[in-house]
């Protein structure tokens, strides 16, 4: 058990990637804090988890919103005496031409994943640092963290933007034995990948197929989409990393989509 003993919190897991990264963590003994926008589909992940035996809590969290942060970071933490591990998962898309974006729109993508990451992340690190176990905060950035589509300019805005902010935790943490990490993956077949099908192919006028074969998957090295599971594994190995020698860095999981 990589875990054991250890208490995480995710956010955005109640269904996708940040599902998978909890069961993973509750199968590795962590008592995990289940935190989504979608309070019944997190209930379902907790009931779930202990349905495997694990520990769980489900807890309502708008990742945008300050005082709904700190009340669920607040509730897991004293259930559980504290918070080894946050994982910034919570996101939200946009496919649409810079041009016709409304500002409410682009603030919105840019609140989920940057006010998210920073509200989340100003909750649970006073925590870790007066545990002197430390902690490890973990951000779902992107292949996009990395690399420019058409189509997405406030969801690549806001995952470049999630790289300056684990780097400066990370110099920030390090005395207190907190780590930042940043997991780039490629694209997941989750909900939020389905939806954009059909969305990209009519503003590129292609088919679905189309999308799938040669915008999606065009320059992995074998076709492939990157699965749940091929996320939740890196997260777990960055939630057990044993020190500081791995800080401040991303890891790209995305089938060589890119490639750094
Ligand atoms: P998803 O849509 O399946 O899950 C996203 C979750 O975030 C949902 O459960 C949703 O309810 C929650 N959420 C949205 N807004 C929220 C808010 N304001 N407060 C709290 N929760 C909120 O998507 P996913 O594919 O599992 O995405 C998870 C993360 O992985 C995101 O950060 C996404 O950008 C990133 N990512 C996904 C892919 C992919 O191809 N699916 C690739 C790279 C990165």
């Excluded at 208490?7 to 509750?26: D, N, Q, S, Y």
Aim: hydrophobic share 50%; with cysteine; glycine share 10%.
């Amino acid at each position: 058990m990589k875990l054991q003993g250890q208490t995480a919190l995710v956010t955005g897991a109640a269904g996708g990637i940040g599902r998978e990264i909890a069961l993973a963590f509750a199968r590795e003994g962590a008592r995990v804090a289940i935190a989504d926008i979608a309070f019944e589909a997190t209930a379902a992940v907790a009931a779930l988890i202990h349905t495997l035996g694990g520990e769980a809590v489900a807890l309502p969290m708008d990742v945008t919103v300050e005082k709904s942060v700190d009340a669920a970071v607040s509730s897991a933490a004293a259930r559980f005496g504290g918070i080894d591990i946050l994982v910034s998962n919570a996101g939200t898309q946009i496919v649409r031409p810079v041009e016709e974006l409304s500002l409410d729109e682009w603030k919105g993508v840019l609140a989920v994943h940057l006010d998210g990451a920073f509200l989340t992340t100003k909750a649970c690190l006073p925590l870790m640092k007066n545990s002197t176990r430390g902690g490890t905060i973990i951000y779902m950035g992107s292949v996009h963290s990395k690399e420019a589509s058409p189509l997405k300019a406030p969801y690549v805005t806001a995952k470049h933007g999630i790289m300056g902010l684990a780097k400066v935790v990370a110099k920030e943490g390090a005395k207190f034995k907190v780590r930042a990490n940043v997991i780039c993956p490629g694209f997941v077949r989750t909900p939020l990948v389905e939806r954009q099908i059909p969305e990209q192919a009519r503003a590129l006028g292609i088919s679905e197929q189309e999308v799938i074969r040669d915008v999606m998957l065009g320059d992995t090295v074998d076709g492939e989409f990157t699965s749940s599971q091929d996320v939740a594994e890196v997260a777990l190995w960055l939630a057990a990393f044993p020190s500081n020698a791995l800080t401040g860095q991303s890891i790209v999981v995305s089938h060589g989509w890119h490639m750094q």
